[in-house]
Each structure stands twice: as C-alpha cells, then as structure tokens.
C-alpha cells in the first residue's frame, strides 16, 4: 500500500514538473490584461499552488488532457488572487458615486466645474475626505489600453474562454474608449494621457498645465464622469437614462461631446484599434 501511495505521488510531482510552463504562460497571458503594479510573483505563487491541486484531484479515466484540466484550475486561483488584490470596498465607491452627482449638479448649476470646496459643502463633509476617498477609488481604477474604468479583478480580466461575439462587444467598446480619450477636450485630454497612459506624476502635470496639483485631481475628476457617461451614451443607454443631462450650456457642451465620440470613428475603425484576441493594436 505504501508503494502504491509513493508511485502515486512520484506521477503527481512528474505531471507538476511538467506542466510548470503552464502557470508562466497563464500569468503572462494575465498579465497582459491587468494594471502594471500587480505582483508576478504573487500570481506565480498561486498558480503552482493550483497546479499541485490539480495533480492531486486529477483523473485520467474521465478523458481530459490534464492541461485542459489544470488550466481551468489555475485560472480560477489566479483570479481569486487578483479579487483579493481588488480592495477597493463597497462603502468606498458608495461615496465616490455620492462624489460624482454631487459635482454633477453643481456643474449644472454653476455653469462650470465646482472647486473641491464646493463639493465638500454639498456633502456636507471636509475637502481632505473627499481626496482620501478620490484616492482609494483612483487606486483602483483601471486606465489602460485593456480597458479602463473604475473596475473589479472580474471586470479586469476576460476569460479565455470568451466566445466570438463576447469578444467582439468587447473589442467594440475598447475604440469607443479610444474614441472618447480622442475627443475630451484639450486640457481633460492631457491629464488622461498624461496622468493614466504615461503614468507621470501629478505634479509634473501640474506643471505643463500651469495649474496646481488639487486642480489636476479636479479635472481628472471631471474627466472620468465625461468619459463614463459619453460611453454608456453609446453603448449602454439603459444606464445613460438613469443620468439625464441637465438643461443648460452645460448639457449642451456634453451632447456635442458625445456626438464627437460617435463620428470619431466606424465599426470596423473601432476593431482595427485591437486584436483578435482583444489587445491593443499600436496605432
């Protein structure tokens, strides 16, 4: 019985050492899709961990490539390892949802965009909890060519096993997103580029503006509420409904952004901006 059990576990190491490259594939291909600042190692530690499970609970007489079979597994396990890195909590984007309406009807009211003091007096809190709270949601925003918006580790990652259709929604709502950066207006467009694609200080930004730090955050801010309902305009009316324009000049300037971002471009411009496979083509 104990040799039995000592071949049993021989097969188990022999099948782990040979499917290691398994786990740095998956990684790599996880890693294309995630923010920069998530740990390789990290991810590596818990796909060999699956890896190990996998060649325990596998069974050979069900007819599945244990590739196929681990694979599965050590997906799972590296998602699970980005939910946890996803620490943004509910409470936290509660408050930067009450953040937003609040800075979006004094927009309408104001007839520009409101000073963090404002917002502050709206909600009835200080200015430092409006930027620590601006900070944790920004900590767990997601700006990227893969895709970006205030996002979880699932709305991060897609499945390998996406279908042709899924991927091409997806594909589809990356050039919107590309589309849109295109067309905020100039100073909006800076601190995106400048703040989310080349990831340069705040206060280099600060400094090409002519502006201060608190200002940047403020029209970075402004930007994020722009992009989000200029895209829902498009691609998810339903939600866009739920946050009509007020009336006004401010209105006005929105709806002709958002008509920019439909001329921007074509569907089969929009797919050009990626791959197949969902990665971003060099322009």
Not at 53 to 60: L, N, P, V
Request: aromatic fraction near 4%.
């Amino acid at each position: 019985m104990t040799g039995e059990t000592s071949a049993t576990e021989r097969r188990g190491e022999d099948i782990v050492r040979a499917n290691m490259p398994l786990v740095g594939h998956l990684v790599r291909e996880m890693l294309a899709r995630v923010p920069a600042h998530v740990n390789r190692d990290d991810l590596l530690s818990a796909g060999y961990a699956a890896l190990v499970a996998a060649a325990r609970g596998f069974d050979a007489e069900r007819g599945v490539p244990f590739p196929r079979f681990a694979a599965t597994r050590i997906r799972g396990a590296l998602l699970d390892e980005l939910r946890g890195l996803d620490w943004a909590s509910r409470s936290v984007r509660q408050r930067a949802r009450r953040t937003d309406s609040a800075r979006e009807e004094l927009m309408a009211e104001l007839g520009r965009t409101p000073t963090v003091q404002e917002v502050a007096e709206r909600l009835g809190c200080t200015v430092e909890d409006i930027e620590a709270a601006e900070d944790d949601v920004h900590r767990a925003t997601v700006f990227s060519l893969q895709g970006f918006a205030t996002a979880t580790a699932d709305d991060v990652v897609t499945e390998p096993g996406a279908g042709p259709e899924e991927m091409l929604l997806r594909r589809e709502r990356l050039g919107y997103l590309r589309n849109a950066v295109d067309v905020l207006p100039e100073r909006l467009r800076a601190v995106v580029q400048g703040y989310f694609f080349e990831e340069r200080p705040m206060a280099d930004i600060a400094a090409d503006l002519g502006v201060s730090e608190s200002r940047v955050s403020q029209l970075r801010a402004e930007a994020l509420v722009l992009l989000r309902d200029g895209l829902n305009t498009h691609l998810e009316p339903s939600l866009a409904a739920q946050n009509p324009p007020k009336e006004g000049c401010v209105a006005r300037r929105r709806a002709a952004y958002y008509d920019r971002i439909a001329s921007r471009g074509t569907l089969r411009s929009r797919l050009a901006m990626t791959s197949p496979e969902g990665l971003p083509v060099a322009a």
